[in-house]
């Protein structure tokens, strides 16, 4: 376990959202987006959450941050409990918290020139004086590279890549101690890609930032983050030093997740599992072990119940019958 | 070229060029760009958005939509420019000796037909066969692309279907009549990795199995490595570097791909800074026409490069590239 | 707006020649309406017995009706009744069924319900039927055929409103105010509403003409205010005469026409100009 304080202590968190249509009588169907996570962050950390389409990551990126409210569970900020807050505590504490999206063209408002939206958030914490503010906003689009002399434009006007920085810096107008990014790069074209990942680690070495960081490309979570959690289907399945969990994955998905992975020269050969079938329906996982359907080495005991997680070393835990 | 000697190619593009009319101005998508493809290989075309690799390959097919056309050059196919033919003739050829598939397998196929109906169309349209006989072959497709129980599938509807059973149905479909040239328009992107991995096998083994070359377009450099032979890199409408993929990866000349493969974060080799190629993708509106379209972000450009436009030379035995520069990029 | 915003905005608008028309038939009808007593040669009321029927000559440009009124001063007064009409109908319909789209969409739940099955009621009404019924019971007034035509247009722009909310209200950008602690309010009117306005404003075109025209028919019917004359009631009045002097309605319903074709042009215009200037090439 590291030294640093938690900034982020997760029990059992869990969202499901009601589905198909309310007939009187019986109970409504629900997709279980997340069902039943904990885990902590560590102040300064990069936790990297990595999982393919449907396995809650991006639900999890809002539950964190509670821009959706939670189904079960207890999430603490800082040691405290961010679910129990009112509106004017909650309301304090997003300053501390900030989220980056993927899609850089819908994260902005089109209607707003993008000093107005770097400003927006110092005006509604009340940060009073537009000279002041704009002193801030100045500062902080030099600092994501962006000419401040640009300030009166549209986004529209703006390339994907200038959009994300725009978003970086949005984010980093309060002073946030952590930032939640879900997929920042994953619309990027690969050359500005590369761009906005040094940014981000430039960044964090400069203002001490704590970062959750989402995605489905293992390469770029490999290159930014230090610990790293795989999802599937709404559970965490492992969760491990990133140096580790490269050398030696413990969960068969992960090791089926890392051997997908294309190889980045024709002359390595890499031997494949290739995974049969697609991602259950989240509606209805599957009974047990939510992966045995699809696993390698699965064996009758993993359908009968859920396995749980299991230390591999301090730092490596993993959720599997058969380790 | 001597018209009496049958070219070694199964596909020879020269000079393509394709040209958007916009406001009463033209700008080119695709700027005089040459490949050949031979039978059996995997050729792959990498470059990020607005190169033109998307407008390339619906050109060789005469599918390039408007304001766009296609404005100059030749394409070859089995020594017939595709050119000069007839839409008529074109549909003949599409989905039969020449086939696509796109990115995006939701939309590609029609939500309000069954799969099995789908896929027969394209044996009724291109084979004198009955419909019984076009429901056998609809069941071998599907058999062959790998989708378990061909025989429920067929009574599906597409949104029934997950994202990598779709993309297999439309593989079914370019593969079903055994074209000669299957075009992939980043028919991975938009997939999972396991899901990805599975479809590049299947790629894979129907190169094998049908001898079918594949024209593979792509932004992703990983999948280069693992499926295609050889690999043409295009930036802002042209060709920048053209090699085998082995010799693209161990010795890149164009500054554009050899920095582009260092921005890449690998698994295997992680490092504390990625390599970045300062500035950005220029999009249609600022294509120029007269100089190296990469200069402006090139570290190494010097004056020839602002006022003479590079052409694709040879850098070594198979590998070509157009820089003024080359090799100099490579530390 | 930067330069090259303003640059791209009268580029568009002088390139489409039709909606520069529309603009321009609504702005000239807004000056006559202003102007009319300046324009008009004679007082609209003003009785000349002795000529009564005439044809259009160069005294009375657009003829005489049966109580020797001039139709041409008629006509250009009556350009007042209809644009107020218009406008205000237009105006209350827009900003009632505006406000009552955001809430239902924003909040949803219950009230989202009853609101919507609300609407869906009155959307089942003939717009015609609705405003009778409404005229007939509260009598026959200028106000209350303003009251009316404005129910009548409200589920319009609720509905719209509605799913402009519906669709925005899960964008990313709603979403990061959210997350800087923005406050619904503040996301309604700062985010979600200026992203409305552009389906709004096309729309409030539409109904523009509609209003108008809803307003003809009634007059024609019998249920508009006497005392003053809008087109509808002149061409109304003419109907008696239509075979002696077909003028008293003709040039009524030629304004009308005019005035709707100029809302439309308008309307379709705008939908060009508002939306692909969004587009990036």
Redesign the interface.
């Known amino acids: 376990m590291t030294s640093a304080a938690p900034i982020l202590e997760i029990s059992g968190l869990k969202k499901h959202f009601p589905v198909g249509t309310w007939r009187i009588g019986s109970k409504r169907e629900t997709v279980k987006a997340v069902d039943g996570i904990s885990f902590n962050i560590y102040e300064g950390e990069t936790l990297g959450i990595v999982g ?2 449907g396995c809650g990551k991006s639900t999890l990126a ?1 539950l964190l ?1 509670r ?1 959706i409210p939670v189904t079960d569970g207890r999430v603490f900020f800082k040691g405290t409990d961010l679910l129990a807050m009112n ?1 004017l505590e ?3 504490i ?2 501390q ?3 980056i ?1 993927q ?1 850089p063209f ?7 020139r993008i000093g107005k939206i770097i400003d ?2 110092l005006r ?2 009340g940060v009073r004086g537009s000279h002041n503010r704009t002193k801030i906003v100045q500062k902080l689009m030099e600092r994501v590279g962006i000419n401040y002399e640009w300030a ?3 986004p ?2 703006f ?1 994907g ?2 959009r994300q920085r725009i ?1 970086i810096a ?1 984010a980093l107008v ?1 002073n946030p101690s952590l930032i939640i990014c879900d997929e920042p790069v994953s619309a990027l ?7 906005v ?2 940014l981000f ?1 430039n960044l964090q070495r400069e203002l001490g930032l704590t970062y959750v960081f989402i995605s ?5 979570i ?3 983050c230090k610990r790293i959690a795989v999802m599937y289907l709404g559970k965490i399945i492992e969760i491990s030093d990133a140096d580790d969990l ?1 050398a030696s994955p413990a969960h068969p998905y992960t090791q ?13 050969v890499k031997k ?1 599992t ?2 049969t ?3 259950p329906n989240p509606r209805h996982p599957p009974k047990g072990c939510r992966f045995h359907t699809r696993c390698p080495i699965a064996e009758p005991s993993c359908s009968a119940s859920e396995p749980p997680m299991k230390n591999i070393n301090s730092n490596h835990q993993a959720a599997c019958h058969l380790i | 070229m001597n018209p009496l000697q049958p070219s070694p190619y199964l596909l020879d593009c020269q000079g393509l060029s394709v040209t958007f009319r916009i406001d009463g101005r033209d700008f080119k998508a695709v700027n005089n760009v040459s490949f050949q493809l031979a039978r059996g290989e995997v050729l792959g075309v990498v470059g990020e958005s607005g190169c033109g690799k998307s407008m390339m390959a619906l050109a060789q097919l005469n599918l390039v939509p408007e304001p766009g056309y296609v404005s100059g050059g030749r394409i070859l196919f089995q020594d017939q420019d595709l050119r000069a033919k007839t839409e008529r003739q074109m549909q003949a050829i599409r989905g039969n000796r020449i086939s696509m598939i796109f990115q995006e397998p939701m939309t590609s196929l029609n939500p309000v037909f069954r799969i099995g109906r789908q896929v027969a169309e394209v044996f009724l349209k291109h084979q004198n066969i009955s419909r019984k006989e076009a429901g056998e072959l609809t069941l071998q497709a599907l058999e062959d692309v790998g989708i378990p129980a061909p025989h429920k599938c067929v009574n599906d509807y597409p949104h029934q279907l997950s994202g990598g059973m779709r993309q297999r149905v439309m593989i079914a479909m370019a593969i079903g009549c055994n074209p000669d040239i299957l075009i992939a328009d980043e028919a991975t992107t938009a997939l999972d990795v396991t899901i990805q991995a599975q479809i590049l096998e299947l790629m894979k083994s129907i190169v094998n199995r049908f001898d079918m070359s594949i024209l593979f377009i792509t932004h992703d450099l990983g999948l280069v490595a693992e499926l295609c032979d050889r690999v043409v890199v295009m930036y802002a409408g042209k060709i920048v570097e053209t090699a085998t993929v082995t010799d693209l990866f161990d010795n890149p000349v164009h500054p554009y791909t050899d920095r582009l493969l260092k921005s890449i974060p690998k698994i295997d080799s992680p490092v504390d800074e990625l390599t970045i190629i300062p500035g950005r993708v220029p999009n249609l509106t600022e294509l120029a026409r007269s100089f190296c379209p990469f200069e402006p972000r090139c570290l190494i450009s010097s004056e020839v490069c602002r006022n003479v436009s590079p052409e694709l030379q040879k850098a070594e035995k198979d590998h070509y590239v157009s820089c003024h520069h080359y090799g100099e990029a490579t530390s | 707006m930067t330069n090259l915003n303003r640059y791209r905005f009268y580029r568009s608008i002088k390139s489409n020649k039709l909606t520069l028309l529309g603009f321009a038939i609504i702005i000239i009808l807004t000056v006559i309406a202003l102007a009319a007593p300046f324009i008009a040669p004679f007082d609209p009321s003003d009785v000349h017995i002795t000529e009564r029927l005439k044809n259009p000559d160069l005294k009375y440009l657009m003829g005489t009706d049966e109580y020797g009124r001039d139709i041409f001063s008629r006509v250009i007064f009556g350009t007042r009744v209809s644009l107020q009409v218009s406008f205000l109908v237009t105006i209350i319909s827009t900003v009632i069924g505006t406000v009552i789209g955001l809430w239902s969409g924003y909040f949803g739940g219950v009230s989202d319900f009853i609101i919507m099955r609300t609407i869906d009621g009155l959307m089942s009404f003939p717009a015609l039927l609705l405003s009778l019924f409404i005229m007939a019971a509260f009598g026959s007034s200028t106000t209350n055929l303003i009251l009316a035509l404005s129910i009548v247009f409200i589920p319009n722009s609720a509905r719209l409103t509605r799913n402009a909310v519906l669709t925005i209200r899960e964008l990313e950008y709603v979403e990061s105010s959210r997350a800087c602690g923005a406050g619904t309010l503040r996301i309604m009117f700062d985010h979600i509403l200026p992203n409305c306005i552009p389906p709004l404003i096309i729309n409030s075109t539409v109904v523009f003409g509609y209003a108008i025209l809803s307003e003809a028919a009634l007059s024609f019917l019998g249920f508009g205010d006497s005392s003053i004359s809008s087109w509808g009631a002149i061409l109304s009045d003419g109907r008696d005469f239509i075979f002696q002097a077909p003028w008293i309605s003709i040039y009524p319903g030629i304004a009308i026409s005019i005035f709707v074709l100029g809302a439309n042009l308008t309307g379709d215009g705008l939908r060009d100009i508002l939306d692909p200037r969004m587009e990036k090439i």
């Open positions: 393919e389409s809002r941050l821009l509106r909650l309301k304090r997003r300053k918290m900030q989220i999206f899609d819908s994260s902005l408002d089109p209607r707003k927006e958030p509604i914490h009166d434009r549209y529209h006007e390339s890549g200038q978003a949005r309060l074209d690969v050359s500005i890609q590369a761009q990942l040094n680690k489905h490309d293992l390469s770029v490999r290159h930014i490269f089926a997740l890392l051997s997908a992975i294309p190889v980045s020269h024709p002359k390595h494949r290739i995974l079938g697609d991602v």
